[in-house]
Every structure is written in C-alpha cells, then in structure tokens.
C-alpha cells in the first residue's frame, strides 16, 4: 500500500504533507516524498506487480494512527441479539477504531482459563478489526486463574454493581486478585475510587479507572498520579458531551440514557474536559455497551452503544478547541495502546502496524438511526452533529472500511508485551 499527501500530526504538534509506504502490513518508510515507481521495486522488484498494490491520495486530509478502545462489551458469547463479534467489529470500522479490546462480563463470564480460550474461539475470523481480552476478577476469588492466563490487558474488578453479577466485595479476595494482577482495570465509582486507589498502593500494581465522570473522582486521580502511583484514568465521550439535561429532554431519553456510571452534570463534563487536556486523564474508552430499544423501553437497563461516533463526536472537541488534534491522537490512540502494552499499535511509525484512519473534518453529518450499522440499532448521539467523518479505516495495510463499505474481515487477536 502507498499512501500519498496524508496529513500527520508530529510530535512536536506540527502538522505535514507526508507518504507512507506498507509493507506485509507496516509501515515501511515515511517520506516527504514516495514514488509510485519507487515503492513498486521495493515492494515487489517487479512492476508487473502494480494492480496488487493499494493506492491512497489523500490530497492532505488528516491520518490518524488507528483508534484503540480499550473498554468494549461486545456481547459474544451468551447475549449476541444485542451484538456479535462481526456486527461490533462493523461498528469499530465504520467509526475508526483499529483494535479494541473485549470486557468480560459476557455469559459465560470470562473468569477462567477455559471461558477465556473458548471467547478466543469465538472471535477468531469474525472481526474486521483487531481484539484484545480482558480477564474478569470474580468473588469467588479466582486469583490462581489470572495468575495462569497467556496474552491479556489486565483484570477487570467491578467495585460497583453493574451489568452481570461480577461485583467483587470480600476485602481479601480483593487483596489476592490486586495481588496476581500486574494491572487492574476497575468498575469503580464516587468513594469507591479511593478504594482501587488504596488496593494499588498497597499491592504495588498498576491501576486503570475506568469511565471516570465526576469531578471529585478526578481529583482522586491527580492525587494519585502526584504520588507518583501507575494509575490511570479514563473518560468516555457520553459523559464528556452528555449530561443529565439531554437524559430528562423526554421520556425516550430519560429510558435510553441510562448507564452506569450515570451522566452527571455539566460541571462535571468541564471538569472532564479539564482532565483530557492537562493530562490527568490518560485515555478515551467508549465502554461500548449495548442493548436493543426494545430492552432499554421495557426496563431500567444499563448501557449504551459507543464505537460508532466516538472519534467523530470527539473531532467536535478538536473544533470547539476543549483539545488539540495531538491530544485526540495521545488519548484515543497512543496511550491505550502504551498502558497495556500492545505490540506495534497506536502509532504512525517505522516498524509499527499500518492502522489508519482517513478523516475529512470539512465533512459534517448529523447522526441519524437509520444509519447505525451495530446490531442495537441506535445510538446516544441520535441528532447531533459530527465533527468530521471518517472515510477510511485500514488495519495492518488492508483496507476494512471506506465511504460507507466494509471488506476483509482480517481482525486477529493483538499481543500485549510483559
């Protein structure tokens, strides 16, 4: 693959006209310049070659490395009427996510070895992105489990109840589970922050927060990283652009908006934005969850679907100046892909995988449900504008998304270092 005029965001924050060429899946050279000639005899020494060689012009459109979501519940196995490994792949794609990475709370949960390798053999050849797993802790102390399981991002503990029953309560079996973990991703909301915070200190891991969204819950974090701690957190674009204004407009929303942790106010949402920018919040996750209008209409359910729109609810941000294009990049790419340690992702660099995203920001669109392609049939963003759109998708040098068309389901299981 050749990629022509790509505009890429340096290091330093500057913006510049590159090329890019692939090969066998990454990105071989970085260039102000790349023949088309030039890249042929390189890749192939023969230009009989041309017709297997993708071509890109981007005519200075932004690209941005791939999107790492480490907080989705893709719902295989056991609730697949709300999504399936292939519909939440199809939703990443279409959204500019590259590779995300998979919660536990599925049916059966994931929360031993053999759950986990049978997930495993679920998902291999459904996706058109790549996927990782996260491990479950469980109240029934399963500590000698995660002490054993090859190749995941961290142990995810639920401090609160949310969907599933795998809410951890006994303070030694949290003590044993912090203990075997060398990360924790937790479930953890108001005084319960406090709570992971002091099980990390104690234990001597890494701590991730998942969808933080109050403001004395980042002040928590700021607290901890002034200690010097491995804690980070995250922020999901729900409670960065809603509040409990959009969830009360009707009846709809007062059903449809609902998840845990809940909206708060819009205090909290400047407070969040606050965080992003300075670096007290490390990432974006979507915490992707969802449920069909119909479950959400006939009862409280908690979640809402969210790989869709996020990158392109978060170019908004970009437009409004609450974050610079360089900070959407560290937070939605880079940093998920550094804190749990995944092999060659979240960079536009030699050597990395060719995970892209093509974005026009001069191409707005309101979000409409007749357009959602998850398998829940709606979104939370129902009506509002994006701040761009992405056109193309591409995961290690193929093409799986562009205007509107999905192809090559070739999502495979990433590899996390250490």
């Given amino acids: 693959m050749l990629i022509k005029n790509a505009r890429l965001v340096l290091d330093n924050g500057d913006e510049a006209l590159r090329d890019i060429l692939v090969s066998e899946g990454k990105i071989t050279e970085i260039s102000e310049e790349i023949g088309i000639e030039g890249a042929i005899r390189k890749i192939f020494q023969n230009e009989s070659h041309l017709v297997k060689m993708d071509y890109l012009d981007l005519e200075g459109r932004y690209l941005i490395p791939g999107v790492v979501d480490a907080h989705v519940h893709m719902r295989d196995p056991g609730l697949t009427h709300k999504e399936t490994v292939t519909t939440g792949s199809m939703s990443c794609a279409k959204g500019g996510i590259t590779t995300f990475i ?12 053999e759950a986990l390798e049978d997930k495993r053999g679920i998902f291999k050849g459904k996706s058109y992105v790549d996927y990782g797993f996260h491990f479950g802790g469980s109240g029934d102390n399963n500590s000698q489990e995660i002490m054993k399981v090859k190749n995941t991002a961290s142990t995810k503990v639920f401090l609160n109840i949310s969907t599933g029953k795998m809410m951890v309560e006994k303070d030694e079996t949290l003590d044993d589970i912090f203990s075997s973990s060398k990360i924790v991703s937790v479930h953890a909301e108001e005084e ?3 709570k992971a915070i002091s ?3 104690k234990n001597g891991n890494e701590l991730y927060l998942c969808h933080l969204s109050l403001k ?37 929303s007062k059903k449809l908006l609902i998840m845990k942790p809940e909206l708060k106010s819009n205090r909290d949402n400047e407070s969040l934005w606050e965080a992003l920018r300075n670096g007290t919040i490390d990432t974006v996750g979507t915490d992707h969850a969802p449920h069909l209008l119909s479950e959400k209409r006939e009862k409280t359910t908690f979640g809402i679907p969210g790989v869709e729109h996020s990158l392109e609810m978060m170019l908004n941000g970009v437009k409004d100046g609450k974050i610079s294009m360089k900070r959407l990049i560290e937070v939605m790419s ?85």
């Fill in 102 to 113: 998979d919660m536990p709370n599925t049916i059966p949960a994931t929360v031993t070895e």
């Fill in 192 to 194: 319960m922050v406090g």
């Fill in 199 to 201: 099980l990390t200190k």
């Fill in 216 to 252: 004395e819950e980042v002040e928590e974090l700021k607290r901890a990283k002034s200690e010097g701690m491995k804690v980070y957190g995250e922020v999901t674009p729900h409670h960065l652009f809603l509040n409990t204004d959009n969830r009360d407009e009707n009846e709809e």
């Fill in 334 to 418: 880079e940093n998920p892909a550094k804190i749990f340690n995944i092999k060659n992702k979240g960079r536009i660099e030699v050597g990395y995988d060719a995970d892209f995203v093509e974005l026009n920001l001069d191409l707005e669109r309101v979000i409409k449900r007749e357009d959602v392609v998850s398998k829940c049939g709606w979104s939370p963003y129902e009506g509002m504008k994006t701040g761009g759109t992405v056109l193309t998708t591409v995961v290690r040098g193929e093409i799986v998304y562009k205007n509107g068309n999905f192809k090559n389901k070739i999502g495979r299981e990433v590899e996390f270092n250490g």
